[in-house]
């Protein structure tokens, strides 16, 4: 079975612009959650889309935003890039919600 | 969300155990505790989880105090491979948290061959 995947796994954009990410889970899961991890803050929760509806948001800006389809792919954008949004960000996936989730190996964003 | 505590880093010799420690005074009854471990340039992957009762999985074992304050991973015979951050997260399910996971510090293991 596959695992979760995630493009493009590398980025680089200038201030200013807007990036999509985006993340395919594991065939059969529903549920899936996106994450920001930097060396200050760590691992960062974002958000998590369960049958295409945003179930939960971390404390980020309305600047960071996501969708999911009905495939359960999903992407997330974030607009009006700043410095301090360079991080590696990872999505995860589980089969259904309270269960355990599974990672993808990430997209590392760098901000110039 | 309830709270846990990690030491920063331990460090251990190949094929000896590791035992880590994770403090979580707060817990509430509905709280599960799941460990998750990061290798490097890898995202998280699951370890184990458990509620009340010790959990064994073929990666690891979980050893949860009677009071549930506090909890100890253990890794059996350390490997190269076990060189990871490890994260013990507390998940309450009854809460609308859902599949949110709060990640601490962790702690980084350092096996030495």
């Known amino acids: 079975k596959a695992g979760v995947t995630q493009t493009p796994r590398y980025l680089i954009k200038t201030r200013g612009q807007q990036v999509t990410l985006s993340c395919s889970p594991i065939s059969g899961h529903r549920s899936v959650s996106w994450y920001q991890q930097t060396p200050g803050q760590g691992l960062q929760f974002l958000f998590e889309?369960?049958?295409?509806?945003?179930?939960n948001k971390g404390n980020f800006p309305g600047r960071f935003s996501g969708r999911q389809f009905s495939n359960s792919r999903s992407e997330m954008n974030v607009s009006t890039l700043e410095l301090g949004d360079s991080a590696l960000y990872l999505c995860?996936?589980?089969?259904?919600?309270?269960?355990?989730?599974?990672f993808g190996p990430g997209t590392r964003l760098t901000v110039t | 969300d309830a709270k846990t505590t990690q030491p920063n880093s331990m460090e251990s010799n190949e094929e000896e155990p590791v035992h880590l420690p994770c403090n979580h005074s707060t817990i509430s009854g509905t709280d599960y505790i799941h460990w998750y471990r990061q290798l490097p340039s890898q995202g998280p992957e699951y370890v184990i989880h458990g509620l009340t009762s010790n959990v064994n999985n073929r990666m690891a074992s979980l050893a949860i105090a009677e009071d549930r304050k506090s909890s100890t991973l253990i890794l059996h015979r350390a490997t190269l491979r076990d060189a990871a951050v490890y994260y013990c997260i507390l998940r309450d399910v009854n809460k609308a948290a859902g599949n949110k996971l709060t990640f601490g510090g962790g702690t980084r293991v350092l096996v030495k061959p």
């Open positions: 995860a996936s589980s089969l259904v919600r309270d269960y355990e989730q599974y």
């Open positions: 889309y369960f049958s295409e509806t945003q179930r």
